[in-house]
């Protein structure tokens, strides 16, 4: 892979010495070549979900109040006086 990544740093040497005209007219020229297997890529592709999307399929969380009383029933013997 040296080899490619050798021949791509000489071609972006090569691109910066040319004229600001020859740069757009360079663009011109490759751009087509981008555009097709852009056009060619599935247009189903996944989107990415924010963390209210995935938790959507979960239902609603629990209240305050159950929080609370969950916190009570985990902590009821905490910190214990036997260690």
């Known amino acids: 892979m040296a080899n490619g990544s050798t021949l791509f740093a000489q071609v ?4 910066r010495q040319l004229t600001p005209l020859e740069k757009v007219q360079l663009i011109e020229q490759v751009t087509p070549d981008l555009e097709d297997p852009l056009k060619a890529a599935p247009h189903g592709a996944p989107r990415l979900q924010s963390a209210y999307g995935l938790c959507a399929r ?19 013997g905490f910190p214990r006086g036997d260690l």
């Open 58 to 76: 979960l239902g609603t969380a629990p209240s305050e109040a159950d929080l609370d009383s969950l916190r009570q029933e985990v902590l009821q």
């Open 12 to 15: 972006v040497e090569l691109a």
